[in-house]
């Protein structure tokens, strides 16, 4: 009985004496790292890119945790058009009609979820803020690491812009617009460099 209480004692002891994983902090390389955007329309699109002003990614173990990112919205940039054609659309989505980025110069997008999809997939889930309203996403991503440095790729995200007060030429508010219709959904592709 004697050596079955010391075993069971041993074992106990052993559990808790494991040292959890500390959590490990990556910083986001803004200049290593990008955002594109593709915005459709009835007859063609537009695509352009925006910067990350700042962001981390938070690892337990080998596992994402979470992760928090801003957005420079002032960053915004066209790169289908060139000219007269280039500065006023890019005056437009900086306008009340879309972005209102004197208003709002930042968006910012905080992980709360993450799920295996298998290999280095990740389902990943957050809070989306745009224009100072907040919304939940989720999207597929691939995350690898490598030594000190994470990187992840999404791509084909898709952002309902009228979630976020953004209506201008949209179908769901506006029945009657025809052929000058925008598509309320806008995708990002993203790649995400961040180091230790």
Do not use: C
């Not at 559990?15 to 009835?42: G, R």
């Not at 979630?163 to 052929?179: A, N, T, V």
Request: hydrophobic fraction near 40%; charged fraction near 20%; charge should be positive.
């Amino acid at each position: 009985m004697k050596f079955k209480a010391l075993a069971i004692t041993a074992v106990i002891l052993a559990v808790y004496s494991v040292k959890p994983v500390a959590a490990q902090t990556f910083t986001v390389d803004t200049k290593s790292s990008s955002i594109k955007w593709l915005a459709s329309k009835i007859g063609g699109s537009h695509n352009g890119t925006i910067n990350l002003a700042s962001g981390n990614l938070v690892f337990d173990g080998k596992n994402l945790k979470n992760g928090t990112f801003g957005i420079d919205m002032t960053s915004i940039t066209i790169s289908d058009l060139s000219g007269t054609s280039n500065q006023n659309l890019l005056k437009h989505l900086k306008s009340d009609d879309f972005f209102s980025v004197e208003k709002y110069p930042a968006s910012t997008f905080q992980v709360t979820k993450v799920t295996s999809a298998g290999a280095d997939k990740v389902n990943i889930t957050g809070n989306l803020t745009i224009k100072g309203t907040t919304n939940t996403l989720t999207f597929p991503a691939t995350i690898t690491r490598s030594n000190n440095t994470v990187s992840a790729l999404a791509t084909g995200v898709k952002v309902d812009r009228t979630k976020y007060d953004i209506k201008y030429r949209s179908k769901s508010f506006f029945g009657d617009i025809g052929d000058k219709a925008i598509d309320d959904e806008f995708e990002l592709s993203i790649t995400l460099v961040a180091k230790k």
